[in-house]
Each structure stands twice: as structure tokens, then as C-alpha cells.
């Protein structure tokens, strides 16, 4: 599974100078957790996440100043994307094994990563995206993985089993090499946790 296949596209982008303000309505609008930011040749430069946002923007309540520990605010309000965005931004390809990239989300403690072709960014994946994935139901993932096996070899050659997102399909032909190939078709349908093809004869039907 690439990240082409799970990505949002188009993604929202936003420039350095777009206010504070109005990147978090982006993100309370649209419910996402990040915000690419691009230059104006839209090449990727940055990205502005929820905690950036949100970082030292909520004053203390003003019943706290009567509390000895209290200190006022002295340093300049930031204003501008520019001013809190997180620089320099990891970014994927489309073609990235989305394998990999749960891992540098996880590795980096990271929400979102940009797709990029070149520096232009194409799409978004989230770590919402990735579970939506493993959440999808085990029918709609045997009909996907059944679809693609029939573009390959055809109708009424394969058998597909799907449980917890665990993929066994059964071959009425024995061919090691088509099998192979169906266990790389399979794991590249979003929702296949594993994929396993065995040789099926005609008394296992029975």
C-alpha cells in the first residue's frame, strides 16, 4: 500500500504570512490536525500543526494575577503562520510504502505527513487516515482484493477469506508464481494486514 492510495488530495495549504487566526479556523473547520505551509511558487517550506497554534496563545485567567506565582506575559505576540510554523518539514512521495510512513510519524511523534511530488505538495496522509484503513471492514476488504485478482487472473479462479484484516486466498490452479503475485496484489489493498495464497483442489470445495 502506497501513500497515493490512502492520501487526501487536494490539500489545503497555507502561506508564512497567512494570520494565526485564520489558520486555526482551517484547522477547527475542517477538522484536520496540520496545515502545510508553501511558498509562492507553492513549494513546500514548512508545516503548521495544532500545537504550534495553539502555543502560548491562551492567556492565563485574569483571577490567577491575584496568586504570588504570578508573572505576566512581556514577550511579542506572534501573529503570522511564519512566525510559529515548524521548519524544516518531512515530507514523502506518492510512492512511499505506507509502512514506512506509519513508522516516521510514529518515530517522529508526528500527526501528518505532506506528500510531495518534487517540492509541490500533492496530498496529505494523517495518522487518521492510516486508522481508517485498518478499520475497514473485512467484506469490503475481500471485495477489493477479489476485484484485483480477477483483473490479474481472472474470474472464478480465486477464493478469498478475510478475518481481522488476515487475507487467505485459495488458487484452484497450482501455480507458485501466481500465488506470489496474488500475495503482493492483496497487500497492496488498504485494510490487508497479511496476505497468504495456497493451492486449492477441487475435493477442498466440496
Not at 486555526?24 to 496540520?34: D, E, K, V
Not at 482484493?145 to 479462479?157: A, D, F, N, P, S
Request: no cysteine; hydrophobic share 40%.
Amino acid at each position: 500500500m502506497r501513500a497515493r492510495d490512502i492520501m487526501t488530495s487536494p490539500v489545503i495549504t497555507v502561506r508564512p504570512e497567512m494570520t494565526i487566526k485564520e489558520a486555526a479556523g482551517l484547522l477547527a473547520t475542517h477538522g484536520f490536525t496540520a496545515l502545510p505551509v508553501v511558498d509562492d511558487d507553492d513549494r513546500l517550506i514548512g508545516i503548521v500543526t495544532e500545537a504550534d497554534l495553539v502555543r502560548d496563545r491562551i492567556p492565563r485567567d485574569p483571577r490567577a494575577r491575584i496568586l504570588p506565582a504570578y508573572q505576566p506575559q512581556t514577550s511579542p505576540v506572534t501573529t503570522r503562520v511564519g512566525q510559529v510554523m515548524s521548519t524544516p518539514v518531512t515530507a514523502m512521495g506518492p510512492g512511499a510504502d505506507v509502512a514506512d510512513l506509519a513508522s516516521a510519524l510514529l518515530d517522529a511523534r508526528q500527526r501528518s505527513m505532506p506528500i510531495v511530488d518534487g517540492s509541490r505538495v500533492i496530498g496529505i496522509v494523517t495518522r487518521r487516515d492510516i486508522v481508517r484503513t485498518v478499520a475497514r471492514d473485512d467484506a469490503t476488504v475481500a471485495a477489493d482484493v477479489q476485484h484485483r485478482l480477477e483483473i490479474y487472473g481472472g474470474e472464478g479462479r480465486w477464493r478469498v477469506d478475510v478475518h481481522d484484516g488476515v487475507v487467505t486466498i485459495g488458487d484452484k490452479f497450482d501455480d507458485e508464481g501466481d500465488r506470489h503475485v496474488a500475495t503482493v496484489l492483496a497487500e497492496a489493498v488498504p485494510g490487508v494486514v497479511r496476505a497468504n495464497a495456497v493451492a486449492v483442489h477441487e475435493e477442498d470445495d466440496r
